[in-house]
């Protein structure tokens, strides 16, 4: 790899330790890509907040410094971290304060989690604690240079805004922020950025279920690759490609998509293709659709449904107003808990609006900076969850040894409060 | 003795059996990393413990977690001894960066169709050349 002056400078130490160290992970790390140079970059999404049993164990030997070196920047070296060089966010993270109590998530990692709060914001980072920043103010222009992670989060910077990320790690991410550096590589390149393969829906796709089902099937079918998808599709607002991309990133390893008239860098099924050869068209339709419905709810046995959870990604507040509306007045079974979980800035607003007197009225409970897929943990006796997120579907059976249903929020709401599912395909 | 080249991205020279998967991995929900094993319930793989062998697989898939799970099986003490991989994505690039194990991509012949599970493999991750020392059928 290419590096410049500045970044020969960087990379010998001219500005300390931690920088170098930084410049030494991202030159490995572009070289190993086949990245002929870096690119400059002024926003970066990360994590390095969130407790985890080996970061316990680094914070314990050498404090927060020990922990960023070894797992945000792949250095054994014991050096300081000074001031993030450029805006840096904290994604989502584990449980905070609001859930204490209310799993078995230790305290000790909440507090843990505060004490890394307090170190970061010192050192310039924004604890935005959400997988979708775009819903908090970190909403990149269109063909801005990000390093974010957080797959969902990727997906929708490049697809929907049309700012350009790959997807990075815990330990790029750690390194762009002293940096302001990240590989020049991949979906950075504009000629990267075409679609490889078309899918039609030939059945209406509209509303964020449909959305999420279709996200799960284009993702199993192209993996990485990008797919631009046509047919008979609704208009979507932010709720429903934030769930689409989710599933495609979910059941694969979508980074970017196109949806002709709709995404911003694909005004026609032939810019979307970037001039080249039109893929020939994978049908979505009826059997596909039922496919993927049984999928995402094979691990559903019992429908005595102790757990709703909502949010994934983090709800936005026309999501919460739906919820909130549709618990006005109820109150959910017994032996049910319903949580929400959201991004902490727009929890402020649901409290103000009233969303969350409404939903905490009912039983139920608007969580923020994290979720049980996260944090690996559901309210106690957990056996059987419900959701509306084709994300928390796959992963949870996996992640708790829960059980699964898929369905709409009205379908997941019934659960809550008849502590029975009765969803079903329509 | 077969071999196979490929681009080393890592570092090492190790020798251990190979354990093959044509299914993507998934680091987030695809895999513990205190045991070493992969807990996708839909994954050919699922209950197999990768640790101390060579991980032979298309790519990686899921969230972009993937680096940092893979990087806690070394801070864990459960990482595969080696890694070979076709798909060459920012994930599984990093990760194998920050697992540290001796990485070969896109070896030629593919690997998937030319390593069994079970046979005993060396990854050079200086040279990029994976060489199959003995396979599976011929061990006892």
Same mark, same amino acid.
């Given at each position: 790899?290419?590096?410049?002056?500045?970044?020969?400078?960087?990379?010998?130490?001219?500005?300390?330790?931690?920088?170098?160290?930084?410049? $030494?992970?991202?030159?490995?790390?572009?070289?190993?890509?086949?990245?002929?140079?870096?690119?400059?970059?002024?926003?970066?999404?990360?994590?390095?907040?969130?407790?985890?049993?080996?970061?316990?164990?680094?914070?314990?030997?050498?404090?927060?410094?020990?922990? #960023?070196?070894?797992?945000?920047? $792949?250095?054994?070296?014991?050096?300081?971290?000074?001031?993030?060089?450029?805006?840096?966010?904290?994604?989502?993270?584990?449980?905070?304060?609001?859930?204490?109590?209310?799993?078995?998530?230790?305290?000790?990692?909440?507090?843990?989690?505060?004490?890394?709060?307090?170190?970061?914001?010192?050192?310039?980072?924004?604890?935005?604690?959400?997988?979708?920043?775009?819903?908090?103010?970190?909403?990149?222009?269109?063909?801005?240079?990000?390093?974010w992670m957080?797959s969902?989060?990727v997906? #929708?910077?490049?697809?929907?805004?049309?700012?350009?990320t790959n997807c990075e790690g815990?330990?790029?991410?750690?390194?762009?922020?002293?940096?302001?550096?990240?590989?020049?590589?991949?979906?950075?390149?504009?000629?990267?950025?075409?679609?490889?393969?078309?899918?039609?829906?030939?059945?209406?796709?509209?509303?964020?279920?449909?959305?999420?089902?279709?996200? #799960?099937?284009?993702?199993?079918?192209?993996?990485?690759?990008?797919?631009?998808?046509?047919?008979?599709?609704?208009?979507?607002?932010?709720?429903?490609?934030?769930?689409?991309?989710?599933?495609?990133?979910?059941?694969?390893g979508?980074e970017?998509?196109?949806?002709?008239?709709?995404? =911003?860098?694909?005004?026609?099924?032939?810019?979307?293709?970037?001039?080249?050869?039109?893929?020939?068209?994978?049908? #979505?339709?009826?059997?596909?659709?039922?496919?993927?419905?049984?999928?995402?709810?094979?691990?559903?046995?019992?429908?005595?449904?102790?757990?709703?959870?909502?949010?994934? =990604?983090?709800?936005?507040?026309?999501?919460?107003?739906?919820?909130?509306?549709?618990?006005?007045?109820?109150?959910?079974?017994?032996?049910?808990?319903?949580?929400?979980?959201?991004?902490?800035?727009?929890?402020?607003?649901?409290?103000?609006?009233?969303?969350?007197?409404?939903?905490?009225?009912?039983?139920?409970?608007?969580?923020?900076?994290?979720?049980?897929?996260?944090?690996?943990?559901?309210?106690?006796?957990?056996?059987?969850?419900?959701?509306?997120?084709?994300?928390?579907?796959?992963?949870?059976?996996?992640?708790?040894?829960?059980?699964?249903?898929?369905?709409?929020?009205?379908?997941?709401?019934?659960?809550?409060?008849?502590?029975?599912?009765?969803?079903?395909?329509? | 003795?077969?071999?196979?080249?490929?681009?080393?991205?890592?570092?090492?020279?190790?020798?251990?059996?190979?354990?093959?998967?044509?299914?993507?991995?998934?680091?987030?929900?695809?895999?513990?990393?205190?045991?070493?094993?992969?807990?996708?319930?839909?994954?050919?793989?699922?209950?197999?413990?990768?640790?101390?062998?060579?991980?032979?697989?298309?790519?990686?898939?899921?969230?972009s977690?993937?680096?940092?799970?893979?990087?806690?099986?070394?801070?864990?003490? /459960?990482?595969?001894?080696?890694?070979?991989?076709?798909?060459?994505t920012t994930k599984?690039?990093?990760?194998?960066?920050?697992?540290?194990?001796?990485?070969?991509?896109?070896?030629?012949?593919?690997?998937?169709?030319?390593?069994?599970?079970?046979?005993?493999?060396?990854?050079?991750?200086?040279?990029?050349?994976? /060489?199959?020392?003995?396979?599976?059928?011929?061990?006892?």
């Open positions: 790899m290419r590096l410049t002056d500045d970044e020969k400078r960087m990379r010998d130490g001219a500005e300390g330790e931690a920088v170098a160290a930084a410049m $030494d992970l991202l030159v490995r790390y572009g070289d190993a890509l086949g990245a002929e140079r870096l690119v400059e970059t002024r926003n970066v999404a990360g994590t390095m907040t969130q407790p985890s049993p080996a970061k316990a164990k680094l914070v314990e030997e050498g404090g927060w410094a020990k922990a #960023y070196a070894v797992i945000n920047l $792949d250095c054994d070296r014991d050096i300081e971290i000074p001031r993030m060089k450029v805006p840096t966010c904290q994604l989502q993270h584990g449980f905070a304060g609001d859930a204490s109590g209310l799993t078995h998530y230790a305290d000790s990692a909440i507090r843990l989690q505060d004490d890394a709060e307090s170190y970061f914001s010192d050192r310039g980072v924004n604890i935005l604690a959400t997988c979708t920043p775009y819903q908090v103010g970190n909403l990149p222009v269109r063909g801005e240079h990000c390093a957080e969902s989060a997906v #929708y910077c490049n697809s929907v805004l049309g700012a350009r815990a330990s790029s991410t750690g390194a762009a922020a002293l940096t302001g550096k990240i590989p020049y590589w991949g979906n950075h390149l504009p000629e990267n950025r075409h679609a490889t393969h078309l899918v039609r829906a030939d059945v209406t796709v509209d509303g964020f279920q449909e959305w999420g089902m279709l996200g #799960y099937f284009v993702g199993e079918l192209v993996q990485e690759a990008r797919p631009a998808v046509v047919g008979k599709l609704g208009q979507p607002d932010l709720a429903d490609l934030k769930h689409f991309g989710a599933a495609t990133a979910t059941s694969g979508v970017l998509y196109h949806l002709p008239g709709i995404t =911003p860098e694909a005004p026609t099924l032939e810019a979307a293709f970037g001039g080249a050869r039109i893929a020939e068209p994978v049908s #979505y339709g009826a059997r596909e659709r039922a496919a993927v419905y049984d999928a995402l709810n094979s691990r559903g046995t019992s429908r005595d449904v102790d757990f709703v959870l909502l949010g994934c =990604p983090h709800a936005s507040l026309d999501q919460v107003a739906q919820l909130a509306a549709l618990l006005e007045g109820r109150r959910l079974h017994a032996d049910t808990e319903l949580w929400v979980m959201m991004p902490r800035a727009l929890s402020s607003v649901a409290f103000h609006n009233g969303y969350t007197r409404t939903i905490t009225a009912a039983g139920g409970r608007v969580l923020t900076d994290s979720c049980p897929a996260m944090s690996r943990a559901a309210p106690p006796g957990t056996r059987v969850f419900a959701t509306d997120s084709a994300k928390q579907a796959h992963y949870l059976p996996a992640i708790l040894g829960i059980e699964a249903w898929f369905g709409t929020l009205e379908e997941c709401v019934d659960a809550a409060l008849t502590g029975r599912w009765g969803g079903g395909l329509r | 003795m077969i071999e196979l080249r490929g681009r080393g991205i890592v570092p090492g020279v190790v020798e251990a059996p190979a354990l093959v998967t044509r299914e993507p991995i998934s680091g987030f929900g695809g895999i513990d990393v205190a045991t070493g094993t992969v807990i996708e319930p839909r994954h050919e793989l699922f209950g197999v413990c990768f640790t101390g062998q060579v991980l032979v697989f298309p790519g990686a898939k899921g969230s977690g993937w680096s940092g799970f893979f990087q806690s099986t070394r801070l864990m003490g /459960t990482a595969p001894a080696a890694m070979v991989f076709d798909v060459l599984a690039v990093l990760g194998a960066i920050v697992t540290r194990v001796p990485t070969v991509v896109q070896a030629l012949p593919r690997p998937l169709e030319t390593i069994r599970t079970g046979d005993l493999v060396r990854v050079d991750g200086e040279s990029g050349v994976v /060489t199959i020392l003995q396979s599976a059928s011929s061990s006892t």
